[in-house]
């Protein structure tokens, strides 16, 4: 779930300027959805349908893990008939799409956001509230 | 300094008490459930000691079989629905809590002093529906939708239903369903027992009259047993019933009780699929969700108190009061000119001691807890 070391490193040597917090989305109930809102604090730093799409696929992830399918259903009656001891050796179906998350998370933080001295945080290091994006002071990081 | 590494779980904040090195997550009064404990295990022990025999014997041996089934699966949900973390928030940490300060500074605009700031509330619109969010001064967090702070444990809960004393621990959106199934079997239970301690009862006094089978040592124990199976079968079907409403309107406890969506909003819940099933569904077979606290994780622990970090943090201290800010917020278009002048005296100056927010609020917006009400 964390970052790289060798990111972490390199984070290690710039300061933080500031930080933005991609609140969440209630709009469809109590579903996991951040705002795709473009915070301003970001304009200078990343393109604007960047960061939409980054937010939409996160989103569209969380949406896969809490969908009420019958994937779910089914592992829901299962885990019941063998009073949930059948999760000491299985993962849920929600920590599958999480570590998905925490994946994609880093290969955005490596191929976008690093070289344009930013960083997401994943959001599950936050308790789902929010998408915390550190803004680093520019020193050149050309990689 | 010293530095050593501990587990999450032992600097969270909260009155929960943890055990197995944060694998279990309990509310501190326990005592009410050690009880159930005693209640449970007891009724079952004396049901299995001097009924069982008996009934194996004269009618079949798949009743003892089948009782001790349940027994187990009713310990399974009851440890299960105790020790499990019930969906509890972490707070924010300073960053995120001072950018929301931030937003409400803007959005309240000037506050003449003296006079009350307004009440910190976001209104969002869901399925058609207008919700208030509160502001949680404890956690620092605009409560999502359906959350709420229990003042016993101190914990912002997620889907928050009830405290229960009985299991020891809150009842929300990680436990609920781990809950109900605890309460429906418990009165499977205590029907079967209570059934079949009627029927040994019956039989015994066909050999051999009713006084005799009352005087002697199983018939007294079976007394006991019906007597302890009918007082605890009333409240539990009675508490499965409530609940079995309540999922199939997708309501908890708490909208019930503070009437969020009865009277004349009635017909409102825009939670509810307006469906039975799917609204059990979702409840009883929906995902299982994951916990955001992390206990287990490791961190640095600087001793004695405050930490001073420069640039990204190496450790998460969830504890606002010991670390200081070292971020302060880029002002945007909204901030208004007054605090940007603070930020920018701010940065200039280096770290001080940040006041914590609530200093500066006056005494009338006092932190909001709302009624809890344990069953």
Known sequence: MAETHSLQDMRQQAAVAAKVFIQRDYSNGTMCQFQTKFPSELETKIDKQQFEETIRTLNNLYAEAEKLGSQSFIEGCLACLTAYTVFLCMETHYEKVLKKIAKYIQEQNDKIYAPRGLLLTDPIERGLRVIEITIYEDRSFSR | ?375
């Open chain 2, 1 to 375: 300094m010293i530095t050593r590494k501990v587990r999450k779980w032992e600097k969270l904040p909260g009155k929960n008490t943890f055990c197995c090195d944060g694998r279990v997550m309990m509310a501190r009064q326990k005592g009410i459930f050690y009880l159930t404990l005693f209640l449970i295990i007891g009724t079952c022990s004396l049901f299995f000691a001097f009924e069982c025999p008996y009934l194996a014997v004269h009618l079949s041996p798949a009743i003892p079989v089948f009782a001790v089934l349940l027994f187990l699966f009713v310990m399974a949900m009851l440890l299960r629905t105790s020790f499990s973390d019930p969906g509890v928030l972490p707070r924010a940490l300073p960053e995120e809590a001072n950018f929301i300060e931030m937003e409400i500074e803007a959005a309240n605009g000037n506050v003449p002093s003296g006079q009350r700031a307004p009440p910190r509330i976001r209104n969002v619109q869901i399925n058609n529906q207008i919700v208030k969010l509160k502001y949680c001064y404890t956690c620092k967090i605009f409560r999502p939708p359906r959350a709420s702070h229990c003042s016993i444990c101190d914990n912002c809960v997620d889907r928050f239903d009830h405290h229960c004393p009985w299991v020891g621990n809150c009842v929300g959106k990680r436990n609920y369903r781990y809950f109900y199934l605890f309460t429906l079997t418990l009165s499977l239970l205590t029907i079967y027992i209570f059934a079949f301690n009627i029927v040994h009862v019956v039989m015994r006094s066909v050999d051999q009259g009713f006084l005799n089978t009352l005087k002697e040592t199983p018939g007294e124990l079976t007394v006991l047993e019906v007597l302890v199976c009918f007082f605890t079968l009333w409240s539990m079907v009675g508490l499965t019933g409530f609940h079995t409403y309540l999922i199939s309107l997708n309501q908890t406890t708490n909208e019930d009780i503070k009437g969020s969506w009865s009277g004349k909003n009635r017909g409102q819940n825009p939670y509810s699929h307006k469906n039975i099933i799917k609204n059990c569904c979702e409840v009883l077979c929906g995902p299982t969700y994951p916990s955001v606290l992390d206990r287990r994780g490791l961190m640095q622990e600087d001793s004695p108190a405050a930490a001073n970090s420069e640039g990204p943090c190496s450790f998460d201290n969830p504890v606002a009061q010991t670390t200081k800010t070292t971020a302060p917020l880029i002002p945007n278009e909204h901030t208004p000119d007054d605090v940007k002048l603070s930020i920018a005296a701010e940065k200039s100056s280096g770290p001080k001691d940040d006041q914590p927010p609530a200093a500066m609020l006056p005494p009338l917006a006092s932190p909001e807890t709302d009624a809890e009400t344990s069953i």
